[in-house]
């Protein structure tokens, strides 16, 4: 068995195991218009490659079972939630591996303190006009599309770094699922 094949097997492998343990989270070429469709989501064409599988979580611990599927089996992967980054093999990757795609994971909420806690999936944009209407404000994305998973692990350069530092300098805690699958 060659090198590519023993590949494409992990990812195929690691597709079926994620359909059992995510029914109905799962994307794969069977579907053409859908799997098409999550081919093409990120906003550059650089970056529309087909992966073997998409996975689209709606909860923490979805994603948890996500990435240790996936790395029990040794395949590839990709972390998407907006697809902003126009670099290819940073939000997606080909049909040796798995997008898990965080778009589901969008809800806002208030703590008592004030604090913002937004789900990876967001976009500025919403986060903005959510805030908006509570008469609050955070300093993030330049561009309304950009999500908030990518503008942090991007660098977070917001418009005004210089007064205000990078995004993470006004973050307070995040909620990580390691690539094992551990939180």
Same mark, same amino acid.
């Given at each position: 068995?060659?090198?590519?094949?023993?590949?494409?097997?992990?990812?195929?492998?690691?597709?079926?195991?994620?359909?059992?343990?995510?029914?109905? $989270?799962?994307? !794969?070429?069977?579907?053409?218009?859908?799997?098409? #469709?999550?081919?093409?989501?990120?906003?550059?064409?650089?970056?529309?490659?087909?992966?073997?599988?998409?996975?689209?979580? !709606?909860?923490?611990?979805? #994603?948890?079972?996500?990435?240790?599927?996936? +790395?029990?089996?040794?395949?590839?992967?990709?972390? $998407?939630?907006?697809?902003?980054?126009? +670099?290819?093999?940073?939000?997606? @990757?080909?049909?040796?591996? %798995? #997008? %898990?795609?965080?778009?589901?994971?969008?809800?806002? !909420?208030?703590?008592?303190?004030?604090? /913002?806690?937004?789900?990876?999936?967001?976009?500025?944009?919403?986060?903005?006009?959510?805030?908006?209407?509570?008469? $609050?404000?955070?300093?993030?994305? $330049?561009?309304?599309?950009?999500?908030?998973?990518?503008?942090?692990?991007?660098?977070?350069?917001?418009?005004?770094?210089? /007064?205000?530092? @990078?995004? #993470?300098?006004?973050?307070?805690?995040?909620? @990580?699922?390691?690539?094992?699958?551990?939180?």
């Amino acid at each position: 068995m060659s090198n590519q094949s023993g590949i494409a097997s992990q990812a195929s492998a690691a597709t079926k195991l994620l359909q059992d343990a995510l029914p109905g $989270r799962v994307i !794969t070429p069977e579907n053409a218009t859908e799997h098409k #469709v999550e081919q093409s989501r990120s906003w550059c064409s650089t970056c529309w490659t087909p992966a073997a599988a998409y996975v689209r979580p !709606t909860t923490t611990e979805e #994603v948890a079972k996500a990435l240790t599927i996936i +790395n029990q089996s040794g395949c590839k992967f990709a972390i $998407r939630a907006t697809g902003h980054n126009p +670099n290819p093999g940073y939000s997606n @990757v080909d049909q040796s591996g %798995i #997008v %898990i795609d965080l778009s589901g994971l969008t809800s806002l !909420t208030l703590a008592e303190d004030g604090t /913002l806690q937004a789900r990876a999936g967001n976009t500025w944009g919403k986060v903005y006009a959510w805030l908006e209407e509570r008469q $609050r404000s955070a300093m993030g994305g $330049r561009e309304s599309a950009v999500g908030i998973s990518g503008f942090f692990l991007g660098g977070g350069l917001g418009p005004f770094p210089n /007064l205000h530092g @990078v995004g #993470v300098d006004g973050a307070t805690n995040f909620e @990580v699922v390691l690539a094992d699958g551990t939180m």
